[in-house]
């Protein structure tokens, strides 16, 4: 059987796999953007903590999937919200990092001349440092789904659902149709997510700094 026509039979299968996946990505990665933009500031506010914070981050980052998957397993059981929790914690170091390094390295002089004409620190956050950060906040969003678009197949070993249902079913039953329903699907919707999110980067990127990326 041709991969086309497999795909056509199980056609509501794939759907509905592609649907749960994307759910994951999404839902993680939002997860990730609420926890990591407010560290972000705080972080930034609070410089003496940001080395121990990201390097305690980076290294929860290197821990392999199936070893997070393994503990939250043993820790919260099986199901979406376990996965979850997983995917939300490795989508966390990109925008962290992005945020804090996007808000302290805005212009000095353009701060200066903020504190000049009398802002707060808190007008300087949300009038000056976070419209500036916003295209390096953006990219590690886009980084983080990317990473999360694929991390996100291995929630099917705890009854997540999404397309390594069909990658471990291809797997367990030699059956490369499964796996290429699911892998093909997967990388497709990580070069979307990527430019579409590549696509606001480019639109939020102030103009006169469009000239200097490529």
Same mark, same amino acid.
């Given at each position: 059987?041709?991969?086309?026509?497999?795909?056509?039979?199980?056609?509501?299968?794939?759907?509905?796999?592609?649907?749960?996946?994307?759910? *994951?990505?999404?839902?993680?990665?939002?997860?990730?953007?609420?926890?990591?933009?407010?560290?972000?500031?705080?972080?930034?506010?609070?410089?003496?903590?940001?080395? $121990?914070?990201? #390097?305690?981050?980076?290294?929860?980052? !290197?821990?392999?999937?199936?070893?997070?998957?393994?503990? #939250?397993?043993?820790?919260?059981?099986?199901?979406?919200?376990?996965?979850?929790?997983?995917?939300?914690?490795?989508?966390?170091?990109?925008?962290?990092?992005?945020?804090?390094?996007?808000?302290?390295?805005?212009?000095?002089?353009?701060?200066?001349?903020?504190?000049?004409?009398?802002?707060?620190?808190?007008?300087?956050?949300?009038?000056?440092?976070? $419209?500036?950060?916003? !295209?390096?906040?953006?990219?590690?969003?886009?980084?983080?789904?990317?990473?999360?678009?694929?991390?996100?197949?291995?929630?099917?070993?705890?009854?997540?659902?999404?397309?390594?249902?069909?990658?471990?079913?291809?797997?367990? !039953?030699?059956?490369?149709?499964?796996? *290429?329903?699911?892998?093909?699907?997967? #990388?497709?919707?990580?070069?979307?997510?990527?430019?579409?999110?590549?696509?606001?980067?480019?639109?939020?990127? $102030?103009?006169? *700094?469009?000239?200097?990326?490529?």
């Amino acid at each position: 059987m041709t991969l086309m026509t497999f795909m056509g039979e199980q056609r509501s299968e794939i759907i509905k796999a592609l649907t749960q996946h994307i759910h *994951l990505v999404v839902f993680s990665v939002l997860l990730g953007i609420l926890i990591s933009i407010p560290a972000g500031i705080f972080l930034s506010r609070h410089k003496a903590f940001a080395a $121990p914070v990201l #390097a305690a981050v980076g290294v929860i980052q !290197t821990i392999p999937g199936l070893v997070m998957l393994g503990l #939250a397993l043993i820790l919260l059981g099986t199901g979406t919200q376990t996965a979850l929790a997983v995917l939300a914690v490795y989508s966390i170091l990109p925008i962290l990092r992005n945020t804090y390094t996007g808000i302290t390295e805005v212009d000095s002089g353009i701060l200066e001349a903020g504190r000049g004409i009398g802002m707060t620190r808190r007008q300087m956050l949300f009038n000056v440092q976070l $419209p500036l950060a916003t !295209t390096s906040i953006v990219s590690g969003i886009r980084i983080s789904t990317v990473y999360i678009v694929s991390w996100a197949t291995l929630a099917g070993l705890i009854g997540a659902g999404g397309l390594g249902d069909l990658i471990w079913t291809g797997l367990a !039953t030699y059956n490369t149709n499964y796996i *290429l329903a699911g892998a093909l699907p997967s #990388a497709v919707l990580a070069f979307l997510f990527s430019g579409v999110i590549g696509l606001f980067e480019r639109l939020l990127t $102030p103009r006169g *700094l469009k000239g200097g990326r490529a």
